[in-house]
């Protein structure tokens, strides 16, 4: 009876870590493109429990309270305590994303760039067997590509 217990536990240890999700933040910038995804590169579900926005040391339930873009510019996504998200294994949630029009040029990239280089997003997680889990990233990214300015001396 006790080695049946302790198979049964040893299976429930082997479930939880095989379908384990592994959270990762992406931040496409290419072409006319610029995006935050939630990915998801594990086996089993992510479960979004609350995004946050970190600014200037302010915090921010939407990255709408982050950014000075007109918001019917990018698309979003929001979640609060009533409306969760669940990403799926190899799927991803789109957090923040822009598609630029051709007639739009570098300097409407560079301003969105530099509103979203600032950011920092934390997103708070879990598993289908309720095992918290955090994962942070900055948004720097998004300025590698920005013009530096030459001190003057």
């Given amino acids: 009876m006790l080695a049946t217990f302790y198979q049964l536990y040893l299976q429930r240890c082997h479930n ?5 999700p592994l959270g990762q933040i992406d931040l496409p910038d290419y072409k006319k493109q610029l995006a935050v995804y939630i990915r998801n590169n594990g086996l089993g579900p ?16 939407t990255i709408d309270d982050c950014l000075n873009l007109d918001p019917k510019s990018y698309m ?9 998200r669940v990403v ?23 301003h969105a760039r530099n509103e979203l280089s600032p950011i ?3 997103v708070e ?3 289908i067997y309720d095992n918290k889990m ?5 948004f720097q990214w998004f300025a590698r590509y920005m013009p530096k300015e030459e001190d003057e001396q």
């Fill in 76 to 84: 979003r996504v929001l979640i609060s305590d009533s409306v969760k």
């Fill in 88 to 110: 799926l294994p190899n799927a991803y949630l789109a957090v923040f994303e822009t598609i630029f029009e051709d007639s739009e040029g570098e300097a409407e990239m560079n």
């Fill in 46 to 61: 992510l479960i979004i429990d609350r995004l946050l926005f970190v600014k200037e040391g302010q915090q921010y339930c």
């Fill in 16 to 20: 939880e870590k095989s379908i384990k």
């Fill in 134 to 138: 955090t994962i942070e990233r900055d």
């Fill in 125 to 127: 997680f879990h598993d």
């Fill in 120 to 122: 920092i997003l934390k």
